[in-house]
């Protein structure tokens, strides 16, 4: 199986399927590469070059007990990209995942990136702060994560209803909800508790404003797990030169609810804008 080095040796597993520009997946907490299954398969059969890869600690990369900041995965970001010499990149990032694409720009700038993809994303802040007054209280925050990580498998299913929206007419299987749900439990318990500190409580909003490269940011509105009020429509307002999309009644697991909207939007946007 394919893999390569993270920035500090981690090993990490990637795939690569198809030919032609290439769009890398960079997925959310908990989930893997696996999970891009219904924009990666398509997106590749339609003459795009796909790739994905495991984060540390999730799926079949190493799970290391480390390295779980914004500034490492950025750079385990890099690391594949340099792998695998990527050039003229789209980068599309779900959740946060947005976190690591916007930090990665900021370490390693623009040479090998043209675009970027930022879905259900939960840039920029969503604690609260004295100047985030919005945000998430601190301590709701902590009482979430105790109750989360006391028994994952059962928070996750019972969780999986408004992860999907499925009370709003998405319509998936019980098959492919399980699937989903057991694709979120393949990662540590380090790393589970880890990413989501990284993701809710990096302060992301002066370098999200400082983005230089043309930016589709596509958000449901009925996402209960970064809610659209404090994440997707204030990075609409954020960055610049960004095309802002909101999918009706869709939830955080919208690149399956909606893949074919979403995949239709990224054949758009990756063929329709240049640099």
Excluded at 34 to 56: I, Y
Excluded at 78 to 101: I, Y
Excluded at 113 to 119: E, G, H, K, N
Aim: net charge negative.
């Amino acid at each position: 199986m394919p893999y390569f080095e993270g920035s500090d040796g981690t090993r990490l597993f990637y795939t690569d399927w198809g030919q032609g520009k290439p769009v890398v997946f960079v997925s959310g907490a908990w989930l893997s590469s696996s999970a891009w299954e219904f924009q990666m398969l398509p997106l590749s059969e339609e003459g795009l070059r796909c790739v994905a890869f495991d984060k540390r600690g999730h799926g079949r990369s190493d799970w290391v007990d480390h390295g779980f900041d914004y500034d490492t995965l950025a750079d385990d970001l890099a690391a594949l990209l340099d792998h695998l010499d990527l050039r003229e990149v789209t980068l599309v990032a779900h959740s946060m995942g947005g976190g690591e694409v916007i930090r990665y720009l900021t370490r390693h700038g623009y040479d090998r990136v043209s675009r970027v993809v930022l879905l259900s994303v939960t840039a920029p802040l969503m604690i609260w702060t004295p100047d985030n007054p919005e945000g998430v209280p601190q301590d709701a925050f902590d009482a979430l994560m105790a109750v989360r990580t006391k028994d994952r498998p059962r928070w996750m299913a019972q969780n999986a209803q408004a992860f999907f929206a499925t009370h709003l007419g998405n319509s998936l299987s019980t098959e492919l909800v399980e699937w989903t749900v057991q694709r979120c439990l393949d990662c540590s318990a380090k790393a589970a508790v880890e990413v989501i500190r990284t993701g809710c409580c990096t302060d992301l909003r002066e370098e999200a404003g400082a983005l230089r490269v043309p930016t589709l940011i596509i958000h449901g509105d009925a996402d209960a797990s970064a809610p659209i009020d404090l994440c997707g429509r204030r990075m609409a307002k954020l960055v610049p030169d960004s095309i802002y999309k909101e999918y009706p009644l869709a939830g955080h697991g919208l690149f399956i609810t909606h893949a074919e909207q979403l995949n239709q939007d990224l054949v758009d946007f990756i063929e329709g804008t240049s640099v």
